[in-house]
């Protein structure tokens, strides 16, 4: 049987991925919203890892028969004109947020913010300091003053990740947690030389404000430099807030 209806992924108009592929309209459109409804996404990613801005999409196309959308509104509520590339038309298009993915250094292996939280932050009832250096983000233990440090795309998702994590404690009442976001040099000193000492990090690899690939594009500030006012999109802290409320795994 022709399947002639696809849900696609797309990235800044650029289509990524074929997610599936269903024979009927109404059916299409059952499945499309299923997938929607259980995209739950707590930290989404807003770069690639050449710093340009990410906007996923996930989208219903089908082919040139029936009706068609040829606006819709995006997650700022503005109005934007859509236009086919191809022999088909696009039924339904939503905003798809894709959960971020970053390193822990200490041990070179990957996270999400659902694995953080498991794994780092709900894990024992010790105190932790949250701070920001530069791409990276530092988790404290007061007790024993071990350190965890996770790399990020760049200073923005920094700095959005210790928001995010600090949304999660209040929602959820947690209260062994202290944040900082601009360090005193004294904190940057001190966490740099345990770092150097304990962990064999060094604070030159700790002063770089990105990943090696963006790095490269040091030169073009216009490239990978965003103004943290727009690059913080109201919607990783409040429309997400409901999911974080009792999300203790």
Request: with cysteine.
């Amino acid at each position: 049987m022709s399947k002639p209806y696809k849900i696609l992924l797309y990235n800044n108009g650029k289509r990524i991925k074929v997610i599936d592929q269903i024979a009927t309209y109404n059916e299409s459109v059952k499945v499309y919203n299923q997938i929607l409804e259980s995209n739950v996404c707590f930290f989404p990613k807003e770069y690639d890892w050449l710093g340009r801005e990410t906007d996923y999409e996930l989208v219903l196309i089908g082919p040139k028969t029936g009706t068609s959308i040829n606006h819709f509104r995006n997650e700022m509520g503005a109005l934007v004109k859509v236009k086919p590339k191809g022999d088909f038309v696009i039924k339904k298009i939503s905003p798809y947020p894709i959960e971020e993915v970053f390193k822990h250094k200490n041990t070179d292996q990957k996270h999400t913010f659902r694995t953080l939280v498991k794994n780092f932050l709900v894990n024992n009832n010790n105190t932790r300091v949250v701070l920001s250096f530069n791409n990276k983000l530092v988790i404290e233990y007061f007790e024993n003053e071990q350190l965890d440090v996770f790399v990020l795309k760049n200073q923005e998702d920094s700095l959005r990740l210790n928001e995010t994590i600090k949304v999660f404690t209040q929602t959820n009442g947690l209260t062994n947690f202290i944040f900082f976001n601009d360090p005193t040099i004294d904190t940057v000193r001190r966490v740099y030389d345990a770092l150097e000492a304990n962990y064999g990090i060094s604070r030159e690899w700790m002063a770089r404000t990105s990943t090696r690939w963006l790095a490269s594009f040091k030169d073009k500030p216009d490239i990978i430099y965003y103004d943290l006012k727009s690059s913080f999109r109201s919607v990783t802290v409040h429309c997400f807030i409901y999911k974080f409320k009792n999300f203790l795994l």
